[in-house]
């Protein structure tokens, strides 16, 4: 039976309550785990989609299993019957030191490598205005990058005296592209002054996974100090290691293909880096973590049970395997692309392969506006998708996960037709 809460902060103290949480976790999965799918991967039943619905935009927002709603849910409810002793005492210290444990296995890094922040963004805003980069250095990046990672260079480029430089990526020849080809765009497009580059992992518009360890080799030898890899779009989608990467930065967003609590992100600023880099925000905690990624999320007060949350999301997505998952999205995006190649009228706009692609692809209505058909889908046929209306990119783009499948995607391709 639950203990009472007067047993719990008379009795065994720290232990029972670090139990309770375990306690809310336990029903929490154990109330959901009504998974029908024969090979265990999580089916739709693990969440909590309105019926009826075909969600095919999970590189904008995922949809948290309803086992981590459940736990998050739980800890919001304890949080609230003693708020000061779970915001501010220490019971809730080590579940969250937990989590980011989790999140460093899952990037590949050590624990003091991690900030858990909000969101990719974030962290952008972070070396934009943390770096020591001044009058007569430069910041590079393409037209594939995101502007959540782009927009606050720009913003503190005046007031630092540092310029901001973005390149055009050609996004009429991204099917054709070889990873050679793309390391030398962003080699010609590297300058004297070229202090920090910032890419996407894998980009929002075409999903192309870009050669980023590839790219920084590349870009050392040309005396860039800083490779910032912006990760919102694979961090649960692709297995990452930030080492391999030769990331000095990975940003990430858990709301997205780690289908945390909303609100959500991960930090990894490599050990040397964190030298360099001044916090965004301050409070308390700048002393006692020094030396380690935490002086980055000194915010004060903050939602601690979605962080307790994100560890539930973690260990979700860490049972289903990274080479299942891989294997499962990969599948899903051939078929894509085998139902897109079946259909006169479209085009695929991505990566032809998985080694440069994802499980999100751009395809295009020939003739047809992205925007319009998209808001078709939606009213006419409950189906979400994203759609790109650029220079040199009219198309959807459909961002399956393992709740999806080929129904759901012939039944998009085929309404988009319609
Ligand atoms: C590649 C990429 N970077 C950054 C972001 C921004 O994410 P957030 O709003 O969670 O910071 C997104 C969001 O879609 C994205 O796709």
């Given at each position: 039976m639950r203990p009472s809460r007067r047993q719990l902060l008379q009795g065994a103290g720290a232990a029972a309550l670090l139990a309770e949480l375990g306690w809310i976790r336990e029903r929490a999965f154990a109330s959901a785990d009504?998974?029908?799918s024969p090979d265990g991967m999580p089916g739709r039943d693990r969440y909590g989609l309105e019926p009826g619905l075909t969600y095919l935009n999970h590189a904008s927002v995922g949809t948290a299993p309803i086992a981590v709603q459940r736990a998050h849910a739980g800890y919001l409810e304890l949080c609230e019957t003693n708020p000061w002793l779970y915001m501010?005492?220490?019971?809730?210290s080590e579940p969250r030191e937990t989590v980011r444990a989790r999140s460093a296995a899952l990037l590949g890094?050590?624990?003091?490598?991690v900030a858990i922040t909000h969101n990719t963004t974030e962290c952008f805003n972070l070396l934009a205005q943390g770096?020591?980069?001044?009058?007569?250095d430069e910041v590079l990046f393409s037209s594939l990058n995101h502007s959540g990672a782009s927009v606050c260079w720009s913003h503190h480029a005046a007031a630092k005296g540092y310029s901001v430089r973005r390149f055009d990526f050609d996004l009429t020849r991204i099917a054709t592209l070889d990873a050679d080809e793309i390391v030398a765009r962003y080699e010609r497009a590297?300058?004297?002054?070229?202090?920090i580059l910032v890419l996407p992992h894998?980009?929002?518009?075409?999903?192309l996974r870009h050669p980023v360890a590839a790219i920084a080799a590349m870009a050392r030898e040309r005396g860039v100090r800083w490779i910032a890899v912006d990760g919102a779009q694979t961090a649960g989608m692709l297995p990452v290691d930030v080492r391999a990467l030769e990331a000095d930065i990975f940003a990430t967003s858990?709301?997205?293909?780690?289908?945390?609590?909303?609100?959500l992100g991960l930090a990894y600023v490599r050990r040397d880096v964190q030298r360099d880099l001044r916090p965004m925000w301050v409070t308390w905690g700048q002393e006692r973590w020094?030396?380690?990624?935490?002086v980055f999320e000194?915010?004060?007060?903050?939602?601690l049970p979605a962080v307790i949350a994100l560890g539930d999301a973690l260990a979700f997505q860490s049972a289903i395997g990274d080479s299942r998952r891989t294997d499962r999205l990969r599948a899903l995006r051939e078929t894509l692309r085998d139902l897109v190649a079946e259909r006169p009228g479209l085009t695929w706009r991505s990566p032809?392969?998985?080694?440069?692609?994802?499980?999100l692809a751009a395809v295009e209505v020939r003739g047809r506006s992205s925007t319009e058909v998209a808001a078709r889908l939606f009213d006419e046929h409950a189906i979400v998708v994203r759609p790109f209306a650029l220079p040199g990119l009219n198309a959807l783009r459909i961002s399956p996960n393992l709740t999806n499948d080929a129904g759901d995607l012939e039944r998009c391709l085929d309404a988009a037709l319609a």
């Open positions: 009504t998974s029908s501010w005492s220490e019971p809730w890094c050590s624990k003091e490598e770096l020591p980069l001044g009058p007569g590297i300058g004297p002054k070229t202090r894998v980009d929002n518009q075409v999903g858990c709301h997205k293909w780690l289908q945390s609590p909303k609100g020094r030396g380690d990624a935490r000194d915010y004060g007060t903050r939602a032809t392969g998985w080694t440069l692609g994802a499980s």
